[in-house]
Antibody, heavy 123, light 107 residues
Framework: QVQLQESGPGLVKPSETLSLTCSVSGDSVSSGTYYWGWIRQPPGKGLEWIAYIHYSGSTKSNPSLKSRVTISLDTSKNQFSLKLSSVTAADTAVYYC???????????????WGQGTLVTVSS | DIQMTQSPSTLSASVGDRVTVTCRASQSISTWLAWYQQKPGKAPKLLISKASSLESGVPSRFSGSGSGTEFTLTISSLQPDDFATYYCQHYKDYLLTFGGGTKVEIK
C-alpha cells in the first residue's frame, strides 16, 4: 500500500521560504515509474497544482508559481521536497503531496495523496 | 491556458437521486480528465481517470463520460457517503489544472 506523509513547519513568516517534505512508503521515488507532485488548497477554496518531479530530474511547475518553486528528490530517504520562496498570506493553504501517474510521456492524474499539512503564513 | 469550468458549484440532492456534475474545457483535452471526491478535512480521492475509467474499489454507481470539451460525472443513486465536493482535473501541455469544484449537499 502506497502511503505519503507531509512534514514541515506549520507557520512561516511573510517573505520567508516555505519548506515541506513528503515521505513515501510502499513505493520508491527512484523507480522511475511515476512522478511525484505537490498540490495546495487555500482554506475554503479549490485545489491548485504546484509542481511535479521525476527521478530523471525532469520537473514542471505551475506557471503562476514557477519563479518561486523548487522541487527536489532525496532518493536515499525516499522523499521529495517543496520549497516556495517569498511567501505571503496568499500562500496559506493545506499542502498535499501526491503520486502522479503518467500515461505515455504525459502527466495524467494523482492516484495516491498524503493527508495534507496546513501551512499558515503570518508574522 | 485551458480553463476548466465545473457546474453547478453547489448541488442539493436527496439520497437515491441521480446526480450529474459537468466539467467543460475551454479547448479540447481529448479524454485527459480525472474526477476526485473530497470530504471535509480529507485529501481528495481519485474516482475516475481518462474520463471514464473507474478506479479499483470505487462503487459502480459512479461513472464518467465525455471527450473533447465536455465531461460528466454521474452518481446513479446518491448515497449518504457521497455528500462531498467533487473536482475535475485535466492535463494539457504538461500542466495540470483542477476545476473549481462542485459541492453536493443534502437537500
Amino acid at each position: 500500500q502506497v502511503q505519503l506523509q507531509e512534514s514541515g513547519p506549520g507557520l512561516v513568516k511573510p517573505s520567508e521560504t516555505l519548506s515541506l517534505t513528503c515521505s513515501v512508503s510502499g513505493d520508491s521515488v527512484s523507480s522511475g515509474t511515476y512522478y511525484w507532485g505537490w498540490i495546495r488548497q487555500p482554506p475554503g477554496k479549490g485545489l491548485e497544482w504546484i509542481a511535479y518531479i521525476h527521478y530523471s530530474g525532469s520537473t514542471k511547475s505551475n506557471p503562476s508559481l514557477k519563479s518561486r518553486v523548487t522541487i527536489s528528490l532525496d532518493t536515499s530517504k525516499n522523499q521529495f521536497s517543496l520549497k516556495l520562496s517569498s511567501v505571503t498570506a496568499a500562500d496559506t493553504a493545506v499542502y498535499y503531496c501526491a503520486r502522479v501517474v503518467f500515461s505515455g510521456n504525459y502527466p495524467d492524474y494523482f492516484d495516491y495523496w498524503g493527508q495534507g499539512t496546513l501551512v499558515t503564513v503570518s508574522s | 491556458d485551458i480553463q476548466m469550468t465545473q457546474s453547478p458549484s453547489t448541488l442539493s440532492a436527496s439520497v437515491g437521486d441521480r446526480v450529474t456534475v459537468t466539467c467543460r474545457a475551454s479547448q479540447s483535452i481529448s479524454t485527459w480528465l480525472a474526477w476526485y471526491q473530497q470530504k471535509p478535512g480529507k485529501a481528495p480521492k481519485l474516482l475516475i481517470s481518462k474520463a471514464s475509467s473507474l478506479e479499483s474499489g470505487v462503487p459502480s454507481r459512479f461513472s464518467g463520460s465525455g471527450s473533447g470539451t465536455e465531461f460528466t460525472l454521474t452518481i446513479s443513486s446518491l448515497q449518504p457517503d457521497d455528500f462531498a465536493t467533487y473536482y475535475c482535473q485535466h492535463y494539457k501541455d504538461y500542466l495540470l489544472t483542477f476545476g473549481g469544484g462542485t459541492k453536493v449537499e443534502i437537500k
